[in-house]
Structure formats: structure tokens, C-alpha cells
């Protein structure tokens, strides 16, 4: 994909490096117990000065633990880590200035939050185990960089334009946002949302159809390189429900999915990168996902 490589995005919040926050839901969960011990306040006080101020986030869910650091890999060097996040604020920016253009004033920009590990959102505690994902509340992206280390390596999901490919999308549930659509799922009836064939599943390839519609834009402006559709379709079938439990459980629930099989993701985003039309991206009235 071709960017800008000193671009700076004014929607971009850092707080990568940051200490992460402490989760005071398990300390509180611990006190009808320690209040029972001689000594029970005592504890409480050294673990809430120890965890503000250094340490323990382990212990309560909160920070990174050693599992986490695994998982992630190895820390990247400054470089590396300012160049992607440089990237990901072009490609936020591009995203939103396409939609701009669409949807004119109805269209208000979102905020991007680069974290490390865990930090505090509008929605509640946010993890990187949780990979990336935007937030209805206070309209913001959040993502730790490690994600796409773990798509490219655990997934096989390498490439610029599959990293973009998940920027557009969480955009695409910005967008949703606006436009009242998320309220209208979130709304719904429980029964309604769940399954291969429910309105979660179908707000989710809406969303991919949408990051397929800035894919369109992008390859009439001359961004898009020989390889980037191929990269972006293989990180949303990297990312189906089908194939995720399949590697995690080596069995496939369909009843159970959230976001889609592979084919459904990689089908909607093929879908608005090939028409680059809202009316196209209508999941919710299309009889076969």
C-alpha cells in the first residue's frame, strides 16, 4: 500500500508504555475475606499501594503477565513500533476522510487509543487479548500494535493492507454507530443477535463490507499495491469464526459465532470493494450471508 510515511494523525491518542490500569474488581472481590482476618485490612492497604504504584496487575487481571508477554512476542524496537503506528494514523485518517466525503456532515471522526497490554475505556477494561475493537461509548478505536504480530504469525495474515483491512473494519463499526445501526442490533432481542445467522454476525460482515468500500477508494486514488485485495482478504478469513474455533477446539460451532466464517468475511469485503456502495453492504436484508 502506498502512504505517507511521515504522516502524523491528530486522532491518534498514545498511551502505549503507559502503566496499565489496576483492576480494582478483584480487590474488591477479596474483601468479605480478608475482612474476616486479624490482619485483613492491613493486606488490603499494601496491595492497593503496591498495585497503584508498581506491580501486582498480574494478580488482579490487570497489566500484562507473563502469559500475556508470550503471547505477544518479543518487544518491538522504537522504530518499528512508531512506523506502524505512523501507518495505522494514515490509515485511520484516509478511512475517515473517505467517509467524510460520503456521508458529509453526518460523518464525525472517531479516535484511535494505542495501548500496551490493557487500559481503560469507555466500555469498560480493555485487553490486548481481546485484539482490536471499537467502542460505542466514547467512539474510539483501541488497539495494541502486538495484534498484528499475532496475525502475521499465529494466523498467517501478513501484509500492510491486512493490517488496514483492520482499521477500515473497526471504522466500519464507527460508521454504524453513527448512522443508529448498532443501536438497532444492541436493541434487539438476545434470541435475535445469536447464531450463524444473527444480527450480531450480520453487524460484523456489515463492517467488513465497509472496510471493503475504503478498499474501493483506495484503489481508485492509485494506494493500492499488486497483493494488497489478496492480504486483505486473507486476514478476514484469518479471522472467521470457523477458523478460530477450529484451531482453538479443532471443532467448528456455528450457533456459538459472533463475527462470521471465513468465506462470509473475505464474501462482504470482496463485496464493497467491488461495488464501493453502501446499498450493497446491506447484511441485514440479504437472505443468504
Not at 55 to 61: A, D, H, N, T
Not at 103 to 132: D, I, Q
Not at 268 to 279: A, D, K, L
Request: charged fraction near 20%; hydrophobic fraction near 35%.
Amino acid at each position: 500500500m502506498r502512504w505517507d510515511r511521515g504522516h502524523e494523525s491528530p486522532d491518534v491518542i498514545d498511551r502505549r508504555g503507559d502503566r496499565a490500569p489496576v483492576n480494582m474488581g478483584g480487590m474488591l472481590a477479596l474483601l468479605p475475606l480478608l475482612g474476616r482476618s486479624r490482619f485483613g485490612w492491613i493486606v488490603i492497604l499494601v496491595i492497593v499501594v503496591v498495585a497503584l504504584f508498581g506491580g501486582l496487575g498480574g494478580l488482579f487481571g490487570g497489566g500484562e503477565t507473563t502469559g500475556d508477554r508470550a503471547a505477544h512476542g518479543p518487544v518491538q524496537n522504537a522504530k518499528t513500533a512508531d512506523e506502524k503506528a505512523r501507518f495505522v494514523g494514515f490509515v485511520l485518517d484516509d478511512t475517515q476522510q473517505t467517509w467524510r466525503t460520503m456521508l458529509g456532515s453526518r460523518y464525525e471522526n472517531a479516535k484511535l487509543v494505542l495501548f500496551t497490554g490493557a487500559t481503560n475505556t469507555g466500555c469498560g477494561y480493555g485487553r490486548a487479548a481481546t485484539g482490536p475493537f471499537y467502542c460505542p461509548t466514547d467512539e474510539r478505536v483501541y488497539i495494541d500494535l502486538s495484534f498484528y504480530d499475532e496475525l502475521e504469525r499465529r494466523l498467517g495474515a501478513g501484509g500492510d493492507f491486512a493490517q488496514a483491512y483492520v482499521i477500515a473494519h473497526e471504522i466500519g463499526h464507527h460508521v454504524q454507530n453513527l448512522l443508529g445501526t448498532s443501536d438497532k442490533v444492541h436493541d434487539a432481542r438476545r434470541s435475535a443477535q445469536t447464531g450463524a445467522e444473527g444480527l450480531s454476525v450480520r453487524l460484523e460482515l456489515q463492517a467488513d463490507c465497509y472496510a471493503g468500500i475504503w478498499a474501493h477508494s483506495s484503489q481508485n486514488r492509485g494506494l493500492l499495491e499488486s497483493g494488497d485485495l489478496e492480504e486483505a482478504l486473507g486476514a478476514a478469513a484469518a479471522i472467521g469464526d470457523d477458523r478460530l474455533q477450529k484451531q482453538a477446539t479443532g471443532t467448528v460451532q456455528p450457533e456459538s459465532w459472533t463475527h462470521g466464517s471465513s468465506a462470509q468475511r473475505a464474501r462482504w469485503f470482496r463485496r464493497g470493494y467491488e461495488s464501493g456502495s453502501m446499498e450493497a453492504c446491506d447484511t441485514f436484508g440479504s437472505g443468504v450471508l
